[in-house]
């Protein structure tokens, strides 16, 4: 199928049908314009050849008739002695230079001498004799077997007559019927044309095939294998020319025939034979002619077209391969087909286009990669500003410890680690005592300092598991997992009585009361908070500086 794809294969089947259909066509046209035309000829040319030869042929029977008229109207032959006329009969022989095999003298008594010396008395019931003869110049006979001899001849006629004009004997001359064939055999149309001859009975006494000779009857032709000739038969008892054609069934081929009745020679017919493929040769030959030409000029074609196409298709492929190579591999150089045709500005169009497309797309590349590195930058830094921001939402931005809301969201979730585990947690809520003095003596800004070294004494004291949350104000919450009240209560005591050893320079001591209690089963976190929050009451209720468990 991919045959069918590329031009060259298009083209060189398009240009084959064209030609075989063109071929085809001509040939058909030459055939039968030619084949009828050609017939007429043959046809016209082999009804002259008839007509000339048999005029040749009458032209012969009317030397013989005059030859035999001459030694007939001979005065001294009346009164001749058989002898002597035996030597004229021979004399006749002699000058009919063969065409006579025998001449016959017959007087007015049916006694009949031949130049050979032999005689005898006619008895045949067709022979011509007395009133017979009254306005009659010559006879010829059909052929027969001669007395005398062994092959079938006609006998040319004449009659002998006296001053009174009344028939007293009769000269004949016996010529074979190989004679008229010989006269016939050199007319040749074609190669395998003949002629031959019918007499007046249609019995054929010429013939090339000497086994028809004296035996075949036309009337019976017919039957003989030879359909269609009875018509041409029928033709001739009516017409002094024409033609027509038959089949010769014994060898499969179509005969034309032309014929021509001959004058001297009444009924007999001279006919040309030729084989219809013999006259088609020419058209035959012609064809092939034609047919040779044409295949050589279609082979001679279909080369050139294979050249004119590859010169036509190889760049395009290999401009197609270079311009593949050149969208795959954005840093090759596309190779120019350096040709100033269609396909060389194709080529250069394409290798420029292609060279600013690879420009524009390195340049886009670079410019992805710069845009990309932005983003990267910028999304760092984005991130390092939500972590500062969560660092600020989560964080208290005076101590750094957890604010409120994101302690809030931590206890939830070691609330439900501590559930999920069975393990216990405390929470502390731890009031710094009378911090309200501190701000009062010493202003607002060592009470803050103050809370931030409070916030960095819890942190260092207590374990990193620990999350520790300024609550608000000096309020801080500290939530303890995996340990119950009494291992915190003891932490937070430890920080306690360590909180009096502490420098809070320019305040001279410090303390702070604690409420804590462990999470109970089912307990929500305000509830849990509120229990230590409680706790933290009663310790600020109890003088302060203590740490109550609830
Ligand atoms: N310097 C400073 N003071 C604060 C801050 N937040 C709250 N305070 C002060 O802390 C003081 C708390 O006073 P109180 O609630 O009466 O408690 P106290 O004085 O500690 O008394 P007791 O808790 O009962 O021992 C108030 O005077 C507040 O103004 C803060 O961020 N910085």
């Not at 005969?255 to 030729?274: A, C, D, Q």
């Not at 964080?395 to 809301?405: F, I, M």
């Not at 598991?465 to 119950?484: M, Q, S």
Request: with cysteine.
């Amino acid at each position: 199928m991919n045959k069918f794809r590329n031009i060259k294969a298009k083209v060189v089947v398009l240009f084959s049908v064209v030609m075989i259909v063109f071929t085809a066509t001509l040939l058909l046209t030459v055939y039968v314009s030619e084949r009828d035309r050609l017939l007429e000829i043959e046809l016209e040319k082999s009804t002259e050849i008839s007509i000339t030869h048999a005029k040749i042929l009458n032209q012969e029977i009317s030397k013989y008739i005059t030859m035999l008229k001459m030694l007939s109207g001979a005065p001294q032959l009346k009164d001749e002695s058989p002898s002597n006329i035996v030597q004229h009969l021979i004399r006749l022989v002699d000058i009919s230079d063969g065409d006579f095999i025998n001449a016959v003298y017959v007087d007015s008594d049916l006694n009949l001498i031949d130049a050979k010396g032999g005689s005898t008395k006619v008895t045949h019931p067709l022979f011509l004799k007395g009133d017979q003869w009254l306005n009659k110049e010559f006879n010829i006979t059909v052929p027969i077997m001669s007395a005398f001899e062994d092959a079938p001849v006609i006998m040319v006629v004449v009659p002998i007559r006296n001053l009174d004009k009344n028939w007293i004997g009769t000269i004949a001359a016996a010529v074979p019927l190989g004679v008229i064939s010989s006269k016939l055999s050199s007319i040749k149309l074609t190669k395998g044309s003949f002629a031959w001859l019918a007499d007046a009975n249609g019995v054929i006494v010429s013939h090339p095939n000497k086994n028809a000779v004296m035996s075949v009857n036309l009337e019976v032709a017919e039957d003989l294998g030879f359909p269609g000739f009875y018509k041409i038969f029928e033709q001739t008892k009516t017409q002094n020319s024409g033609f027509g054609q038959y089949q010769d069934t014994n060898i499969n081929q179509t005969k034309i025939v032309t014929f021509s009745k001959i004058e001297n020679l009444p009924g007999w017919t001279l006919f040309v034979t030729t084989n219809e493929s013999e006259i088609f040769q020419d058209i035959y030959s012609m064809l092939y002619d034609i047919l040779i030409i044409t295949v050589v000029l279609v082979l001679v074609f279909l080369l050139l077209i294979s050249r004119l196409s590859n010169r036509i298709t190889q760049p395009i492929i290999k401009l197609t391969e270079e311009v593949k190579a050149g969208v795959d591999n954005r840093h090759r150089t596309l190779g120019i087909i350096d040709t100033d045709d269609e396909i060389g500005q194709l080529s250069r169009v394409f290798s420029e286009t292609i060279g600013k497309i690879n420009l524009h797309t390195n340049h886009l590349e670079k410019l992805v990669e710069q845009r990309t590195a932005e983003v990267t930058s910028r999304n760092i830094m984005l991130s390092k500003q939500n972590d500062q921001l969560e660092q600020l939402a989560s964080k208290d931005s005076l101590t750094g410890l957890y604010n409120r809301r994101a302690f809030t969201t931590l206890v939830e979730k070691e609330v439900s680690r501590a559930r999920r585990h069975n393990l216990p947690v405390t929470l502390v809520v731890l009031d710094i005592d009378h911090f309200k003095k501190i701000n009062d003596q010493f202003g607002h800004s060592v009470g803050d300092d103050v809370l931030c070294r409070i916030a960095k004494e819890l942190t260092q004291a207590t374990r990193k598991e620990n999350t520790i949350c300024r609550w608000g104000g000096e309020e801080f919450v500290i939530l303890v997992p995996e340990a119950n009240s009494d291992l915190v209560f003891q932490q937070i005591e430890h920080i306690r009585s360590n909180m009096l050893t502490l420098n809070f320079d320019p305040v001279d001591s410090l303390t702070f009361s604690a409420g804590m209690a462990t999470l109970l089963s089912g307990e929500s976190f305000p509830q849990w908070f509120h229990r230590a929050d409680k706790a933290l009451y009663e310790a600020k209720s109890c003088g302060r500086n203590r740490t109550v468990v609830s």
